[in-house]
C-alpha cells in the first residue's frame, strides 16, 4: 500500500489510519512473521522499534506534547491499534512502562519529573517497573513494609519486592515504601521513583511454571532516592499506587486482542483441524464456547474503551475486566485441553524455532495462572467489584485505624 | 462499531420504560398471567401508540425505520418487568418480512404491523426438535400448506404465521393468514409471560415469500431471532441482579448486611461481570444486525448462546439469594426463573444452539 496525497493531508482518524498503516508497511514486520522467545531478545527489539515508532509521531498519542506526546484523541489511538494489529510492534516490553508508569507520573508528576522521566519514557529510552507487591504484602498491598528513611536530600530506601514484571531489563521503577509507621496502614505509606541501576539495588529474575523469568525478586539495600524524585505527598503513597493499580487493570484486563496468541480461537481451531477433531461433537462445542468467551472479553474491552472515550468514567469497572479476561482464560485452559487432547501435552520434534503452535498452547496453560493473579487475584477483583461496582458493604476490617506497628502479623 | 447507546437511544429507552412503569408494577403483570390472557392488551395498545411495532418498519411503509438495536431496548425492558405482549414473535417476523425482499408483501402488510392491526409471528419449529427442523414435515402443495407446527411464539393472537416449510423438495418461507384450514391450540407454559401454541395447517392458502436466496434469509431470521431472544433474556438477567443486590444490601443477619459477606457477595459480583460481557455481545450482535450485515449471523448466534449460558443462573443466583422467601409464590423470584428457564429454550437447547454457532462459524 503505498501512502495517497489524500491519506496526507487527511486530518480524520481514518486519515491517521491510512499514514500509520503506510508507515507500518514500509518500518515493521508482520505480526507472527517472526517467532521470538520472550525475555532479552524480545526486549531488545522492542526497544530498538519503540524508538522509531516514537520519532515517527506514532507513539504516546493521546500524552500532552510537551512531555514527548503527540496530544492527539481517542479516535487516532484507536485507528492506530487497528493499523497496527497486523504488525509486530512492541506489545509486552512497555506494557508497564506506558500502561502504567507513564500514566500515574502524567497524573502526579511536577512539571520538571514530567519534563525528564515522560520523553525517555515514551519514546522507551527508559524501561520501567512497578514495585508494590512483596513476598509478606500480596492481596494486601497496602501491608508493605519497604521502609523508607529521611536522610539530607533524600531518603534511604531498604527491602524487598516481588512479582516486578521485567525489571531485569529496567532502568527506573515507580516504588511504594512505607514513611511512617506509628499510624494505620494506609496512612504510612509514599510513592518514589527510583533509579533501578542505583548502588543497593538487587535483581534477581524468578523463574515460573513455564519456564520464563517474567518476574524478580528484588532487594533494596539503603538505596538512595533523592527528594526530587519522591512522587506522591507525604502519606499520600496508597493513593497513588491505587490510581495506578487502576490504571493496570485497565491495561491487564483489555490488552487482549482477537488475532494474538497460541491461545486464540482462530489458532485452537486451526489445530482441531490438523488433528482431525472437528467432527466430534464435545470438540464442537468447546470451540463454540471459546469463540463465545474470546468475544466476550473482547468486546467488553471495546465497549469500555468507547464508553471512556465518551466520557463515562470506567473506575472500579476496570476489575470487570480483569476478572473476565482472568476467568476466560482460566476457563480457555479447560476448552483446550477438550479440543486438543493429549496432543495438548505431549509432541515430538519440538523445536522453538519450529511451528511452535503446540508448544505455544502448552507454555499458556502452565502460564494462565498468572492472569489469574497478576494486578490482583480473582478473589481480590470480586471484592472491589461486590463493594465498588454493586455497592455492597466491605467485609469488616480488623486491621482499620490502628498503627500498622500493632496489626498482626503471621509467621 | 457503536457498543454504547446515542442519545436518541437513550430518549428511546426512557420513553419505553416510562410505558412499562406506569403499567403497573409485577401485580398487575400477575392478573393477566392468571387470568390466561395470552398478553398484556393494555400494554401493548401503550406500545403501539409508542409506535414499537413499528421500530423494524422502514418509514416509507409508515413505521420508525429504527432497527434492532431499538427492538433490543424494547425487548429488555419487556424482560426486566416479566411483561406478556406478542412482541417476541412480531419483532422477528417482521424483521424477515423487511429482509426478503419480497415488494409486495412488504407493501401489503408492513403498514398495517406498524400501526398495530396485524400481527404477525414465525412457524418454524415442529415436534420437540430445535426451533429450525432440517427437513420441515409440513408441506406446501398447489398454493395451500398443511401439517402441524409446534411451539409457535407469540402464535395464539396471530393473525397471519411465517411457516417454514417443503414444496417438492424444497424450503421455503410462506404466508398463512389464520382462519379457515388453520387451528391453533394454546399451549400451556412454564412462564406465563410466554406465550406459544401448537398451529396445525389442513390446506391453508399459502402465498410463497419471494426472496433471491433463501438459504441467506434463514440464516438471517436465525440472527434475528436469536438476538430477540437474547435481548429479551438479557433483560431479565439484568433486573434479577438488581433484585438480588438490592435485598443483599437490605437484608441483615449476624449483625451484618448479607451482602458484606463473600459469600453472598462474590457470586453477585460474578454476575455483574457476566452483565457486562453479555451485554457487550447483545450490542454487538444488534449493531451489526444495523450496521455490518455480513457479521450479523454469527454475532447473533453468539449472542444467544452468551445468554443461554446465564439467564437460568441469574434468576437461580436471585432465588438463592434470598434464602426461604425466594420460593414463596408472593415473591417475583419464580417468576423470573420460570421466565428464564422458558425463554433460553424458545430456540432450541443449548447444545443444538451451540452446534447452529459452531457450523456459522465455518468448524
Known sequence: MTITAEAESDTSAAGFEARARAWLEANVERAGAVRRTRGEELVAYERALQAKIFDAGFAALTQPEEYGGQGLGEPERQAWERAAADFAVPRMTYSVSHGMCGPIINLLGTEEQKAKYLPRLWRGDDLWCQLFSEPSAGSDVAGLRTKAEKVDGGWRITGSKVWTTSAQYCERGVIVARTDWDVPKHQGLTMFLIDMKAEGVQVNPLRVATGEKPFNLIFFDNVFVPEEDRLSELGKGWDAAVAMLRFERISIGTGSTRSEGPYAFDNVLAAAKKLGRTDEPGVRAALAELYVLEQGTSLLSLRMRAEAAAGIALNARGSIAKLAGAQANRRTAELVSEILGTALVSWSGFTPEGDGLYPGITAMFAGSASSWTAGGTMEVQKGIIGERVLGLEKDPQVDRGIPFTQIRQGA | ?363
Not at chain 2, 418498519?57 to 431499538?70: F, I, N, Q, R
Not at chain 2, 457486562?276 to 455480513?294: K, V
Not at chain 2, 443462573?313 to 432465588?319: Q, S
Request: glycine residues 10%.
Open chain 2, 1 to 363: 462499531m457503536a457498543l454504547t447507546l446515542t442519545e436518541e437511544q437513550l430518549d428511546f429507552k426512557s420513553a419505553v420504560d416510562d410505558v412499562l412503569d406506569s403499567a403497573g408494577d409485577t401485580k398487575r403483570v400477575r392478573e393477566v398471567q392468571e387470568a390466561g390472557a395470552p398478553f398484556d392488551d393494555k400494554l401493548w395498545k401503550a406500545l403501539v401508540e409508542l409506535g414499537v411495532p413499528g421500530i423494524l418498519v422502514s418509514e416509507d411503509h409508515d413505521g420508525l425505520g429504527l432497527g434492532l438495536s431499538e427492538a433490543s431496548i424494547v425487548l429488555q425492558a419487556l424482560g426486566a418487568h416479566i411483561s406478556p405482549t406478542p412482541y417476541r414473535g412480531l419483532a422477528i417476523a417482521t424483521a424477515v418480512i423487511a429482509k426478503s425482499g419480497d415488494g409486495a408483501l412488504a407493501d401489503e402488510v408492513l403498514p398495517k404491523i406498524a400501526d398495530g392491526s396485524l400481527l404477525v409471528v414465525p412457524a418454524f419449529a415442529e415436534g420437540n426438535g430445535g426451533w429450525i427442523p432440517a427437513a420441515p414435515s409440513v408441506t406446501v402443495s398447489g398454493g395451500a400448506v398443511s401439517g402441524t407446527k409446534s411451539f409457535v411464539l407469540d402464535g395464539v393472537a396471530a393473525q397471519a404465521f411465517l411457516v417454514l416449510a417443503t414444496e417438492g423438495g424444497t424450503q421455503g418461507l410462506y404466508y398463512v393468514e389464520a382462519g379457515d384450514g388453520v387451528e391453533v391450540t394454546k399451549l400451556d407454559t412454564l412462564d406465563r409471560s410466554t406465550s406459544a401454541a401448537s398451529v396445525a395447517f389442513a390446506n391453508a392458502p399459502a402465498r410463497k415469500v419471494a426472496t433471491a436466496d433463501f438459504g441467506e434469509l434463514l440464516a438471517y431470521a436465525d440472527a434475528v431471532a436469536s438476538t430477540v431472544i437474547a435481548a429479551n433474556l438479557y433483560g431479565g438477567f439484568a433486573k434479577t441482579l438488581e433484585i438480588a443486590v438490592q435485598y443483599a444490601k437490605d437484608r441483615f443477619q449476624f449483625g451484618r448486611p448479607i451482602g458484606s459477606f463473600q459469600g453472598v457477595k462474590f457470586p453477585l459480583a460474578e454476575l455483574a461481570m457476566e452483565d457486562e460481557l453479555a451485554l457487550s455481545i447483545l450490542r454487538q450482535a444488534t449493531t451489526a444486525a444495523d450496521e455490518d450485515p455480513e457479521d450479523f449471523v454469527v454475532a447473533g448466534l453468539t449472542a444467544l448462546s452468551k445468554l443461554q449460558g446465564i439467564a437460568l443462573e441469574g434468576a437461580i443466583r436471585l432465588v438463592q439469594t434470598l434464602g426461604g422467601i425466594g420460593f414463596t409464590w408472593d415473591h417475583d423470584a419464580h417468576l423470573y426463573q420460570k421466565q428464564a428457564a422458558t425463554v433460553r429454550l424458545v430456540l432450541g437447547t443449548p447444545a443444538e444452539r451451540s452446534e447452529r454457532l459452531a457450523q456459522a462459524l465455518g468448524i
